[in-house]
């Protein structure tokens, strides 16, 4: 373990349920990167070590290579292929690709957890909202991903799959949450979810949908929420 | 000048948007020929529905008739697909991301501060005063001594991503009180040397046309 350490000198400060932080760990793991994983119990609050390395946003994942910082998990995941080259790459080589593919990661950022959470925080008109977006976002991801295997297409398993990999196991408790069925409004999606989570660096990395409704549970119960 | 090599770019924008301002002094930095369409937000045009369906919005570059959306992603796809040209981002991959980050910061913090410092009149506005002004020291401390935020390789990524905000520094103090050259100076230098530069002097909005502008908005909005 200690040569392993040496050899690429990786810590990744995360939080074990965290879709951003479960990126990164999912891009170590196609590129068989060891690392040190560092689990921050951010229930508890917040160690001097996060502080310091992500002062700006005081925020999980954050990856230390040789003791330097580097924040927000896509930039990690690009920083990643890009510091070692020699390793299979997430994002493709054409420039056009690339620019699709930051796109609709960008996209699932932008979209998915903010309005997943809007669908367990709230109830009335503000959830039925919700449920309405999150409709069309996971029907706007079915129409790009189409017939492929992978959003990544031709390249395979690639950036914006390791993107939104990790909140399939949100899937379940969005269900509940929103009363719809994810095979039902975009199947291709759920079809995909499930090739997804077969695969070893996304089966290691991901936490049971169960341990994900828990965790929701114990979110509300700390924020106050019926 | 001699006949431009057409490269198939087009940009649809609004002179208004720091966004769209980003991609032109790209362009310019770059020295990349393109047709440049002027959108009416109001009245957006069937080009721009059609190339952005998902947020409507600009700007959208075209090369070749394909679309590229978002002003950071326009940026790295302009490297990318033209690496004959100057680039933006350094070649450092730790560098790069460090770029990647303070422009994702500059997206997040300023733009959404920004946003609300304008909508809002009397005390509510003093929290969003106090965060404008801590924004603008992490950047200050970000540039430190450097002459551009993209160091030793120049003018850079960074430096377009904020530079079509920093003419509306003046404005934060005229309307708000946050008086940069006092919270900010090195950040205030960088803005004027920024300013020295054709391709940012000619497509960011002066100082004095973002103060009218939000002038304007702020009548129409009954705030004064």
């Not at chain 1, 330097?68 to 070692?84: G, T």
């Not at chain 2, 001699?2 to 002094?25: D, M, T, Y």
Request: charged content about 25%; overall charge negative; aromatic content about 12%.
């Amino acid at each position: 373990m200690a040569s392993e350490k040496s050899s690429s000198d990786l810590t990744l400060l995360d939080f074990w349920v965290s879709p951003f932080g479960q990126r990164v760990r999912i891009a170590l793991a196609e590129k068989s990167l060891p690392y040190e994983y560092v689990e921050e119990d951010l229930l508890a609050g917040k160690s001097d070590r996060l502080l310091q390395s992500n002062p700006a946003h005081k925020k999980i994942p954050v990856l230390l290579h040789g003791g330097k910082p580097v924040n927000e998990s896509l930039i990690i995941v690009q920083y990643l292929d890009e510091a070692f080259p020699d390793t299979p790459s997430l994002l493709p080589a054409d420039p056009y690709a690339r620019a699709q593919a930051r796109f609709w990661a960008d996209y699932v950022d932008k979209k998915v957890y903010d309005c997943g959470s809007r669908l367990w925080k709230f109830k009335g008109e503000p959830q039925a909202q919700a449920k309405a977006e999150m409709l069309e976002i996971l029907k706007t991801l079915e129409t790009e991903l189409g017939d492929k295997e992978f959003f990544g297409g031709e390249h395979g398993f690639g950036f914006v799959d390791a993107a939104f990999a990790p909140f399939t196991p949100w899937f379940m408790s969005y269900e509940k949450y929103g009363e719809f069925k994810v095979a039902e409004v975009a199947p291709k999606i759920a079809a995909w979810a499930e090739r997804v989570g077969k695969r070893e660096s996304v089966a290691k990395s991901l936490y049971s949908p169960d341990k994900v409704y828990d965790f929701i549970g114990v979110l509300k119960q700390k924020y106050g929420i019926e | 000048m001699a006949a431009e090599k057409n490269v198939g770019l087009v940009l649809l924008n609004s002179s208004l948007s720091p966004f769209g301002q980003r991609c032109s002094i790209a362009l310019a930095e770059k020295g990349l020929p393109h047709e440049y369409v002027e959108e009416d937000l109001a009245a957006k045009s069937d080009l721009l529905l059609r190339s952005n369906p998902i947020y409507k919005q600009v700007p959208v570059l075209l090369h070749d008739g394909r679309t590229i959306i978002e002003s950071l992603i326009i940026l790295q796809y302009l490297d990318e697909a033209f690496p004959d040209t100057r680039p933006l981002l350094p070649t450092d991959p730790y560098e790069r991301a460090q770029a990647r980050f303070w422009a994702d910061y500059v997206d997040k913090k300023v733009y959404g501060c920004g946003s609300r410092l304008y909508m809002v009149k009397g005390e509510p506005q003093v929290p969003a005063n106090i965060e404008m002004a801590g924004i603008l020291k992490t950047l200050e401390g970000e540039l430190g001594e450097k002459e551009f935020f993209g160091g030793e390789h120049g003018f850079g990524f960074l430096d377009i991503a904020l530079v079509p905000f920093s003419t509306w520094f003046e404005s934060f103090d005229k309307f708000w009180g946050v008086g940069v050259a006092e919270v900010a100076p090195k950040l205030a230098a960088w803005a004027a040397r920024c300013m020295e530069r054709e391709s940012v002097s000619k497509n960011v909005f002066s100082p004095e046309k973002v103060s009218d502008f939000i002038g304007e908005m702020r009548k129409d909005l009954g705030i004064e």
